[in-house]
């Protein structure tokens, strides 16, 4: 299909242009106007870029794309991301806070939707957005088969701050970084807060406030929305598509 025609699709979607964000969303790279295979990641790389030219994709699709905030110089790493796309033709589509809070492909619908947890609310205000979901378990779940069932279905390494009650029945959680939401959830009595990865700058609050907190991977957490808009272009279009999986351990 025409390239032009994916990103409009695409930014429809994810409601592209009407949410504010550090990221630059949408199209960053543009490539010669015709698409037949979707490579996705969550970050763009030079790995990354590599491994979707050798699958021969035409665009590559990520959480976390090139652009954040401000200008940069086109030298270093940026030059040989930017260089890799334009000389195998691939174009880059980023979406960032748009595909965090998607309610059916975001990366927490996705999560919330894999656990099968009970929402209660929406939860986790940032930059006037609501991301991610408050949970309730009604009979109580000890925190350690929380910690064990996040490992097994994002088999990745999950982690705890084990400062509250052994079992719980009130939950949060937002996807990748939103430690920052962490006071949110304090002063909202909940029993567990659980996200990607921790800020040393948290742990006396978490501790001193008697929360657990439970840590699911920066990248483990977000790669449920990209896979998950992928299997949705494949659906809706035809597309090939293909995951590249570069995980960081964080």
């Known amino acids: ?17 009407e949410i504010e964000d550090d990221s630059l969303n949408g199209l960053q790279v543009e490539n010669s106007g015709t698409v037949q295979k979707v490579a996705l990641a969550v970050d763009v790389s030079e790995p990354a870029i590599q491994k979707a030219a050798e699958i021969h994709a035409d665009m590559l699709l990520v959480h976390h794309g090139l652009f954040w905030g401000k200008s940069e110089a086109i030298t270093g790493g940026l030059y040989k991301r930017i260089h890799g796309l334009i000389q195998n033709n691939i174009a ?3 979406s960032h806070l748009p595909l965090d809070m998607h309610p059916d492909f975001g990366n927490n619908a996705q999560m919330v939707s894999l656990m099968d947890w009970k929402v209660s609310s929406d939860f986790g205000l940032y930059h006037g957005y609501v991301l991610g979901k408050e949970i309730r378990f009604e009979q109580g779940i ?3 088969k929380i910690v064990d069932d996040l490992s097994d279905k994002l088999n990745c390494e999950t982690s705890v701050w084990a400062f509250g009650k052994d079992k719980v029945r009130t939950a949060a959680y937002v996807s990748g970084g939103a430690i920052s939401m962490l006071p949110e959830a304090i002063e ?17 609050l978490a501790k001193e ?3 657990n907190v439970i840590f699911a991977g920066h990248y483990a957490t977000e790669t449920l929305g990209v896979k998950a808009l992928g299997e949705h272009l494949k659906k809706q279009f035809g597309l090939d598509v293909e995951m590249i999986d570069f995980p960081t351990g964080l």
């Open 1 to 17: 299909m025409k390239t032009i025609d994916l990103i409009k699709y695409l930014d429809e979607l994810l409601r592209t242009t």
């Open 92 to 94: 880059l589509y980023a």
């Open 142 to 144: 000890p925190v350690q």
């Open 188 to 204: 909202k009595g909940l029993d567990l807060y659980i996200t990607g990865e921790p800020r040393h700058g948290s742990y006396w």
């Open 209 to 211: 406030a008697g929360i």
